[in-house]
């Protein structure tokens, strides 16, 4: 099966400029999730849908981060406007509904200068 | 709260030494499942296992396994006869039941196996 693609691979952008990532999951997974991972670090989950609702969400900078999953398949994240402390990778996973482990996309890198 | 603590930043090898992989985690609840995760330089993140707290058997998957000691809290994870190719960072990371599909991931440890 294709696995879960991301794009672009490679960001970079001022502060204060706005910035958005795609995100489509391997077909059939209901579960949709994006990760920040800073350099050095695990990654953290910022939003989790479950087709096109949102399941936590808990961990997102709403002032400035949004999602959407517009028809339960492609995702986009959203940044506006970015600060330096942004700079990460972006990963997106899927996952099938009750299935504990997930499948990881290659990520966007964001360098934001 | 749910944590994990990988303790080792960084581990340098030389090829065909084995290598253990150490992580603790702390939770609350009583069901819950853990992981390994390899990441390799491409970025990506690999599944390597998921365990369940009411599974404490060991597993050896070829060159890998993994000790679940729930009475310690840890999950290692070991390489035998370790491989230039199994150069990557290694990630632990816990799913709680009670926090839905969230996964929480340790630091990391990057393990660097040397010709």
């Known amino acids: 099966e294709a696995g879960v693609a991301q794009s672009p691979r490679y960001k970079i952008i001022e502060k204060r400029q706005s910035v958005a990532f795609w995100c489509n999951p391997i077909?059939?997974?209901?579960?949709l999730y994006w990760y920040q991972q800073i350099l050095g670090q695990g990654p953290k989950l910022l939003i989790q849908?479950?087709?096109?609702?949102?399941?936590?969400d808990s961990q997102l900078p709403k002032d400035r981060f949004s999602a959407e999953r517009l028809k339960g398949v492609d995702s986009t994240l959203k940044i506006q406007p970015a600060k330096l402390e942004d700079s990460a990778v972006y990963l997106c996973a899927s996952s099938t509904y009750r299935r504990a482990g997930y499948t990881f996309g290659s990520g966007t890198r964001l360098t934001v200068v | 709260a749910q944590k994990v603590t990988q303790a080792q930043t960084e581990i340098s090898v030389v090829e065909k030494e084995d290598v253990t992989l150490d992580c603790v985690y702390e939770?609350?609840?009583?069901?819950?499942?853990l992981f390994w995760y390899k990441q390799p330089p491409s970025g990506e993140l690999v599944f390597l296992i998921r365990?369940?707290?009411?599974?404490?058997q060991n597993e050896i998957s070829g060159r890998y396994s993994w000790n679940f000691q729930k009475s310690t809290s840890s999950f290692n994870f070991t390489i035998t006869a370790s491989q230039v190719v199994d150069s990557a960072v290694y990630f632990c990371a816990l799913r709680q039941e009670t926090s839905g599909s969230r996964l929480t991931f340790g630091e990391g440890t990057q393990l660097t196996v040397n010709p």
């Open positions: 849908f479950q087709n096109n609702g949102v399941v936590d």
């Open positions: 365990r369940n707290s009411f599974d404490e």
């Open positions: 939770t609350r609840d009583t069901t819950y499942y």
């Open positions: 077909s059939g997974h209901a579960t």
